[in-house]
């Protein structure tokens, strides 16, 4: 899944390490940003979806490990229960609540550590080059060789089910990418000509990385980044849906499109609402990623 | 894209770096090996559950540890595995008893099916909708293709899968809800009987490539279009149908980088897709091995896949290189 | 007249066509629940489901069941030994007179040196056709086994132990394949496995796709001639996900489906499939953990309080009727159930008198971990299960459970685990099911001489009236003395009891209309010669 978007940004790079970098461009980043209404649009709906996990506690009717078996299975529109209830008659609003504050946070958490870690580590990389480079590249290389889903099923086989397992497979497998992605971004800056000049005027390394290196990187990397979110929760989401993720009752948006799944031929439309769950903040954080890619797109 | 006489003068470099990337692919082999090595090893659980059930009395187990090698240290089973994969010899599955060779190569026959049927469907459509779009840059078919890009990529093709067999298998029943072939069978011909089988999987499996080379043509494109001797040339009255050909011949180089590691994605990613129908390729083989911690075929499989696409991520990297030296790495 | 002779010839030709019809090569497609195909060579893994489809249609035993009955549990009846006592004067031996004229599929003669060839594959650790898996299976099976010897060419003696009246009831798993079969693979197992093996049963392996299917062929020349097989062939498949097998019955891949998800139920049964279900003691239960140094299980009555604190039918609802509630080891209408002290039901108020009499309440509740899994071979849909479980202790009784998912294989490793072995991670239960019930399966999962990590008494369960009742009923000769201490020894599984009793499954299997003839025997095992297709 991963694999492709590492060759856009090439394409990326290269229009953003010809402008200067400095207030003029964020100002312009942050101007196109503001005409690209689709783009708005998404982000609002983003927002809102995180305001409505964040607020679970206050907007959820009801206890989301709390079934009630006479009720098990009710329709979407049923009686105190606006998107019905799951086999076990727990409330499908409160568990999807609930369930986004966890799949949210397989989404987020494995791409943040990588960011981190995987942009620190890109850098150090692409900066200081020669053997410090090859050793890390070729390590990176190693991981690389690992089909995205095919290491996260393997790291998450090996370690068993579990929210803390998922998190630190799914990181693994995000880390590879996010060095490279680093790694070239850095290469190319390096080269550029002030980047140069202020080497030749004697300013220190960590000065330089600091003042022009990063601005110019932190960029790209990061709509790259943003581009992982949406693989890590549906990553995460198949983890469970193998039996490999979140362990119940808790209720995270993919294992519960997992559990709910024997209910198709009973009631299909409530089957449908985590996997709408899943696409619905899939898209909008695809959509914002790629508006933050075009508006850092200069040349466009 | 095209190599300028600046570039050309860039080529001892960078045929040292080529040579250098070929050169490391055997330490990378060697790691990956021993990175697989380490995953099957960590899992909890006793390999000897693959061959013993738990209750087997325990002079037993020590008889069938001792046969299987699974009672030296690991280091050990590590260099003995090694130095049978050297001799192309893979092992037998603890589980059935079979060379894990043979119960590898037909799964992934069956899996290359599916990944090629995939592949080809997710890349005709991810090109025309990258092309369409670009050409039509900001209208409503734009739109309308880009969304129909992102959906492919934010949908949980699995799920989708399941909803299809639903729809197509037991509703309508026009076509099957498992399997690679009837009979039970995967004996393959080229025949709607045996076709109908790939249809449902491939359809699930080509989602995320679709919407991937949707996107990835359309920027290409899109970069091709705006370059200052295209606008040049059309000025100059180029007829559209040639105007083609150039993008294409532009747009290749990258896009083609771009499908070879989805291909690569396909072959290694078809795990969940395997698993919702029952499809017997690698994914398949692997999810079971897993489950019963059927060591040798792990490592085989999972050897095998990685280093297919070590192969093809080198090969990517190649193609991307010689045609454009700038993007250059230490 | 020309009309009339032509009305007969077409009469004639319609009646030839629906006869061809019927013997036209049909083919009983069945979707099992195994993730993959059980081994081939005679002695299947893959538990019981491995035994019910790889086993006794294509390899036969000693003694076999009859399985012809659905009123009344199944019972042993003579297989390829057409009799069988205990020798004179020396209990533990055991006299076995094999049948004549009985051939293996590939034609070979069944005899003693069939029998004892056989024997050694599983007992004999240095003989050249020991197989390890069969060996480590078969030898769970009939722990009891000391030694075996030919008498002459349709006689064999069996040595036991020590003497056990329900010997033959381990002796009906133990199969034989053809000597044969293993010569012809060059004394490679893995290589028999898709030969195919030879065996002696009603239907013989045509052939094995590995990982996808296995086709078996009637075979014509079953020594039971009253007992041949009505279809042509049986395919079988390997489909672990019971949606996908669901969805395979009503798209047509499959005639016959194992285990179909209980919320599927009520669509197959709307949409004109037949839900089979049949009632039989196959216990789906919570083992205690009595043994841990800290387990809150070594007090009876917190043992017997949570039995009273469980909401079985509403379980059995959420299942949609493919389960039956359990309140002891056999069903309650057993002969053998006897009269225990206590008759669990749902009764919280009793529940919590008890968990406060042991000292638990709102001050100290109690508190556990549960080891449970996923899937596996008699799991049935554990998630939901043990989640209404878990909400239903702590609704009703103020008991707070958690669960450590486990692995299916992890957790039928477990169940032979030391009580504190770090390998339970902490957990104080197991959720293990248990799938047969006759005297020799007692035994094996609670007699004290069968602590784990040696026997299947994971509980450590140790009950002195239960001991007695059990040795009374090894050295009994008369059938009724060997039941009555088998119902005294099934009353102190109910009052001291060494598990949480939860539900029977009732192992619902889902069939197309073109199915008949299937009887629902009161056992794990089926009959596939009974089967017919329309």
Redesign the interface.
Known sequence: MIETSTAEVPLMIEGKATASQGQGYWQGVARRLSRDKTTIAFGVVLLLTFAAILFAPLLAPYDPYQNDMLHRLAPIGFEHHPLGTDELGRDLLTRLLYGGRLSWFLGITPVLIAFMLGGLLGVIAGFAGGSVNMMIMRVTDVFFAFPSVLLAVAISGALGAGIFNAILSLTLVFIAPMIRVAETATTSVRELDYVEAARASGAGSFTIVRVHVLPNVLGPIFAYATSLISVSMILAAGLSFLGLGTKPPDPEWGLVLNTLRSAIYTQPLITMLPGVCIFVTSICFNMVSDGLRAAMDVRS | MLLDHADIEKTPSVIIYLLRRVFYVVPIALAVSLVCFMLVHIAPGDPINAILPPDAPQELVIQVKHEYGLDKPLPVQFGMWLLHVLHGDLGRSLATGQPVWEELSVAVVNTFRLAVVAALLGFTLGSVFGGVAAAWRGTWIDRCLVGVAVTGVSVPHYWLGMVLVVIFGVELNVLPAMGAGPGGSSDWSWDWEHFQYLVLPSVTLAMIPMGIITRTVRGIVIEILGQDFITTLRGKGMLPRSLFIHVLKNAAPNASAVMGLQLGYLMGGSILVETVFSWPGTGFLLNNAIFQRDIPVLQGTILLLALFFVVLNLMVDLLQTALDPRIKRA | MNIRRFGLALALAGSLLSLSAAQAGETL?IAMTA??IP?TTGMP?NGWEGMRFLGYPIFEGLILWDLTHADRLATLRPGLAQSWEQAPGDPKTWIFHLRHGVKFHDGTDFNADAVIWNLDRYFK?DSPQFE??G???T??RVPLLASYKKIDDSTVALTTTRPASYFPSMVVYVLFTSPASFEKAAH???RV??LPAAGTGPFRIA?V???????LTRWDGYWDAGRKAKVDSV???P?P????R???L????ADWIEVP????I???KAAGFTISTNSYPHVWPWFYNMGAANSPFKDVRVRQALNYCIDRA?LV??LNGTAEPAIGWLKPNDPAFGKPLNRYGFDPAKGKALLAAAGYGAQKPLSFKVMIS??GSGQM?P??M???L??NLKQACGVDVT?D??????L?????LLPDSPGLHGAMALNVSSPTTDIGTMARFFAAANFS????NFEHWNDAQFEAALDTAANATDPAAMQAAYRAAHERLVDDPPWLYIVHDLNPRALSKKVHGLVAAQSWFIDLTLISLQ
């Not at chain 3, 996900?241 to 996908?244: C, I, L, V, Y």
């Not at chain 3, 009503?250 to 891949?253: A, E, F, L, N, T």
């Not at chain 3, 998912?405 to 992890?410: C, G, L, R, T, Y």
């Open positions: 497609r993730a993959d081994t893994n650790n390890a898996g060996s480590g299976i030898r769970s490679d197992w893995g496995a898709t052939q796709v590995p990982h996808q299917s296995v086709r395919l079988l498949l489909v996900e019971a949606n996908t669901l969805a395979a009503r798209s047509g891949q998800p209980p919320d599927g009520p669509s197959l509403a609802s959420m996923p899937a849909v998630l939901p043990n989640e209404l878990q909400q669960f998912v486990a692995e299916w294989n992890v039928m490793n477990a169940g032979r990590p040696t026997g299947n």
